[in-house]
């Protein structure tokens, strides 16, 4: 039981540190990101707070579309290395962090345009892209 006590602070210390550590998004075994959030959010001043900050990584563009599918019409095409900023959506007093899904279960980002009308959507797969760390 001594043992116990004289370990607790350093337990203790682990649930301070573990949140912190959990902010940077990590890929799936396939490379495909189910939430958006990145430790840098944007710091353009929006009426829905500020968005993840995401990289484009993929050589020759990037397809953003008007809803999550691949058979959705493209609004617009991201050059490699353009910053994304996603839409962080609000649900009740949590933000919503999940990435909408086409109908074979692969994740879509919601990337912000000039006004919520013009939000299109990107494939949330580490080949396209990366999350802004620092």
Known sequence: MNTFFR????????LAVLPVALQAQTADELGNYYKNETPV??????????GSLWRVVV???????????????????YLRDALLEVEVYRGGSDEVLFNAVD??????????????SDVCYVRANSRYIQPVLR
């Open 7 to 14: 370990a607790l602070p350093y337990s203790m210390l682990l």
């Open 41 to 50: 959010q944007s710091t353009r001043n929006s009426q829905n707070g500020s």
């Open 59 to 77: 050589a020759d563009g990037l397809n953003c579309r008007r809803a999550a599918s691949l058979q959705s019409p493209v609004l617009r095409t």
């Open 103 to 116: 109908e074979n279960g692969k994740p879509w980002m919601p990337v912000r345009g000039k006004d919520f």
